[in-house]
């Protein structure tokens, strides 16, 4: 069960038309657009806007996808889009979609591992603030990002953190990691938690209820997943992990669904109100992360512990879902 709160020390906060719980005054964390809860990925262009214009480099631009959300986003304002790759496929894409080259920057890059390494070299010059992977596969862009020459790495773990709007869900919920780290162990698990929960208060939620998953809420010493959750929760209990509410082991169904916690009589603030996933390793949040999207759900990514986010969709993904992971990753880029 999570830590008690004494309500009487929650401080007032600015309100957007619904409510949140908050965390205690030591762990509040100012958010950039006050305390509000994200019903839709809709609401990420809403704080881009109030944010300052983020500059975006989209490594190998000549992918249809990737080049036409990045210009969505420019064209709207929401960021600076800078164009590495193939100049002259870049600009011959452009020219027949009718894009305009207005506000682009391009930098010229004939090969991928060329080109990732150019665009952390503006990274580091503070030419840009994030980057996107465009026509490349993300084993390249990866292994050319974290080489050490190229100065990325900033001693924490990096790990992928995607929301997903459900249509059967109240409100945005995020997962994390789906994507970069297979078993993580304890400690790697508390640097994926406080991953997620930095980028949640670059969204200006002060106090994420987070969930660490496990196959059911009592501990099983035998399962290293149901350890590692009640390890999670105790050094919330600390003080070891702030900015958010932790609760761990917790099925996925009480993390989700109030009726599940009511029916089982399971009391925590968490129960049914979840705003972040931590799953046991990299298959089980692939796997629930892809069949929400199957389910009808719309989603959007980035990975952070990095010296700058970054944004590895699929090349296969969609338009939208790429659009609204570069704002996603607008957010995270903000110095907190």
């Known amino acids: 069960m999570g830590r008690e709160h004494n309500k009487s020390r929650l401080p007032t906060a600015q309100r957007f038309g619904t409510s949140l719980a908050l965390c205690p005054d030591e762990y509040q964390v100012k958010g950039t657009v006050g305390t509000m809860q994200l019903r839709s990925l809709d609401y990420f262009a809403t704080i881009c806007a109030g944010i300052g214009k983020k500059r975006m480099a989209v490594v190998m631009a000549e992918n249809e996808h990737s080049l036409l959300a990045a210009m969505r986003a420019h064209q709207q304002g929401l960021i600076q889009a800078v164009l590495i790759g193939d100049e002259k496929k870049i600009r011959a894409l452009m020219e027949e979609h009718q894009l305009s080259t207005e506000g682009v920057r391009f930098h010229q890059a004939d090969e991928p591992e060329k080109a990732v390494t150019l665009a952390t070299r503006l990274v580091l010059e503070g030419e840009v603030d994030y980057l996107m992977k465009g026509g490349l596969e993300t084993r390249t862009m990866m292994k050319a990002f974290i080489a050490r020459e190229n100065g990325m790495r900033t001693g924490r773990l990096m790990s992928q953190v ?108 968490v129960a049914g109100d979840a705003d972040l996933l931590i799953c046991p390793d990299l298959v089980s949040g692939n796997m629930m992360g892809k069949m929400m999207l199957f389910m009808g759900a719309r989603s959007a990514n980035v990975v952070v512990g990095a010296r700058a986010p970054v944004i590895l969709c699929s090349r296969s993904a969609t338009e939208e879902d790429k659009f609204q992971s570069i704002l996603l990753g607008a957010i995270a880029s903000q110095e907190l």
């Not at 208060?201 to 496990?214: D, Q, R």
Request: hydrophobic share 40%; net charge negative.
């Open 162 to 269: 995607a929301f997903v709007e459900n249509p059967f869900y109240h409100k945005l919920l995020a997962l994390t990691d789906s994507a970069l780290n297979p078993k993580p162990d304890l400690a790697q698990k508390k640097q994926i938690l406080e991953n997620a929960v930095e980028v949640f208060h670059s969204m200006g939620v002060e106090c994420p209820k987070v969930a660490v998953l496990a196959a059911a809420e009592t501990l099983n010493p035998k399962l290293q997943e149901s350890t590692d959750a009640q390890a999670l929760k105790e050094m919330y209990q600390r003080g070891e992990i702030t900015g958010c509410i932790v609760e761990g082991p917790i099925s996925i169904d009480l993390s989700i669904e109030p009726e599940s916690a009511k029916i089982k009589g399971y009391d925590s603030p």
